[in-house]
């Protein structure tokens, strides 16, 4: 917790000894109220008394209560000011952590508990900040003023007050042994319901459509029922704290009405007045204590919780990250487009086996490198070493000819234009989804929006949309297809105008026909770019200009697909699955498009036919 307080601000500081202050002077205007009441009840009982003089103390009497009525209103302005600021100071700092977090620790706390200790966790600490705090101040200086003002009353009166503190006391340690264990289940039990929760969310189309609705009411009722259980158990254990403290606290002022009674009726006559004075003056100090101890109690609730919360905090804080960012911000760097992989191997952390092995090639700038093989052979972790969700256990990644370890996050990224497997959709509008993101070239116009949509092959339903360019997009995509979400993916990418394309697996929801059409459409866009794609289809990477194809993380093949399928039997089984023999045959013949070679070749067609028409107006 002290750790987590390091957070507040010099201000937030400097608020805090503010509150301290006002604290103190509240408490001393409450503990002055019943020396002007003792003195009330002498003027009453003694023949002769003035008017005045009762209505002066009753007067002073009201104004030490507006005072402290007073500050403890300010005192809950600047302490909600202090703990609001708190919280979003701490919560903008773990957010940025889980930002920077690598795939590895995402997985290891999981997505759903990270939500929950950026969420509910930082609103426990906020709680024990805004209500916990000036109690923590009030209830032990409250109770150690009050003592001292009543010690030399009675030592009857001490002794049965001291007592009530003994058996408060023991309460408080034996109900914080039995519930404070469980604060801590609470919270992963919150971990778990939200993890259902967002499972039956996202997977709500699967849900419905194996009639599992039944099946996630009670995978959700289990987890619902034990995090209700736990918390009634704490709940009910706490709820012993006021009914027994107000118990004490009245049993208290009837045993000092009692023994101060006693001390009356056997005190000598110009006592009596004496001990009945002290004896309200006590009861009403008594009574203080106690309260002290209501306000103890309701820390005692708070702050094992927020203690709880406050680890879980720090445990994603204080996380060190396995992605550490490099110090190179290149921009001229001594190669543009290239990605080289030298003999490089990937493991998971805590992982023994190796998902991949010895890999190494080398992508020119303007080349075409597809991967293939089966499920699970490693295809889409080889790609993400590119743009580090995983760093290389053994070997080196490149780009540009300088490893990727050390550029910073931003110029990498500025360099890559990245298409994950599962399209993935920002709330928002069709162009800020294509526009999303900084390129480290400026905005992107809506020009370049529109060009790429073409490209994707994304223009004909985006017209037909209401609003067209400007239409919603829900979060997720959830409004549009599989293939559209697609097409918007790839058309994000192209947007960016990067140097690097990775398209992981992104082609997968287009029919063939429109599958066609973009890549070659791509192919043209992106000559002057370096497109690493993992694909499932041949006829998606049959043109490339270098194909590797994997098995069991090795590599167990390396050329063109003319090459590939004379010389490597598991591309040649995987063709055969997907084409005819005659397609196979076909598809040997199919030389790669020479697109600047076209493109100069339209140059000079263009040219020599400008050069006619000048001819024919001279002549």
Known sequence: MFRLLKNLTKRDIALILLVVILICLQVWLDLKMPDYMSEITRLVQTEGSEMVEILKNGGLMMACALGSLA??????????????????????????????????????????????????????????????MQMLIKAPLTAVWAITKILDKSWEWSTATALAVVLLLSLVVVIMVIVVPRFKLIQKMTDRLNGVTRENMTGIRVVRAF?????????????????????????????????IIFFTMHFLTLTVYVVGAYLIDHAGAMDKLTIFSNMVVFSSYATQVIM?????????????????????????????????????DVADAPETGTVEFRNVSFKYPDAEDYVIQGISFKAERGQ???????????????????????????????????????????????????????????DGTVSSNVAFG????????????????????????????DKKYFAHIAQGGTNISGGQKQRLAIARAIARDPEIYIFDDSFSALDYKTDAALRKAL?????????????????????????????????????????????????????????????????????????????????????????????????
């Open 292 to 328: 002290s101890f209501l306000m103890l109690a309701v820390i005692f609730m708070m702050v094992p919780r927020a203690q709880v919360s406050a680890v879980r905090i720090n445990e994603v804080m204080d996380t060190e990250l396995s992605i550490k960012e490099g110090e190179r």
């Open 438 to 465: 900084d390129n480290g070239k400026g905005k992107r116009s809506a020009m370049d929006v529109t060009n790429a949509i073409k490209v994707a092959q994304g223009t004909d339903f985006v017209e037909k949309l």
């Open 523 to 619: 192919k043209k866009h992106t000559k002057h770019a370096t497109s690493l794609i993992v694909a499932q289809r041949i006829g998606t990477i049959m043109n490339a200009d270098q194909i590797i194809v994997l098995d069991d993380g090795k590599c167990v093949g390396q050329g063109t697909h003319t090459e590939l399928l004379k010389s490597c039997e598991v591309y040649k089984q995987i063709a055969e699955s997907q084409l005819s023999p005659e397609e196979i045959k076909a598809s040997m013949n199919i030389k790669p498009v020479d697109y600047a070679a076209e493109e100069e070749k339209a140059r000079k067609q263009a040219a020599k036919k400008l050069g006619a028409f000048a001819v024919r107006r001279v002549d």
């Open 368 to 426: 075409t490198i597809a991967f293939i093989g089966s499920t699970g052979s490693g295809k889409s972790t080889l790609i993400n070493l590119v743009p580090r969700f995983y760093d290389a256990t053994e070997g080196e990644v490149l780009v540009d000819g300088i490893n990727v370890k050390d550029y910073t996050f931003e110029s990498l990224y500025n360099r890559l234009g990245y298409v994950p497997q599962k399209a993935v959709m920002m």
């Open 71 to 132: 500050s403890m209103a300010f005192v809950g302005y600047l302490v909600a000011n202090i703990s609001a600021n708190f919280s979003k100071s701490v919560r903008k700092k773990l957010f940025s952590k889980v930002e920077a977090l690598g795939m590895g620790e995402v997985k290891k706390f999981s997505i759903a508990s990270l939500i929950t200790r950026t969420t509910n966790d930082i609103t426990q600490v906020q709680m024990f900040l805004s209500f916990g």
């Open 211 to 243: 009639n599992a609705e039944k099946y996630e009411e009670k995978k959700f009722a289990k987890a619902n029922k034990e995090l209700t259980d736990t918390q009634v158990f704490s709940q009910k254990a706490l709820s012993l704290f006021s009914p």
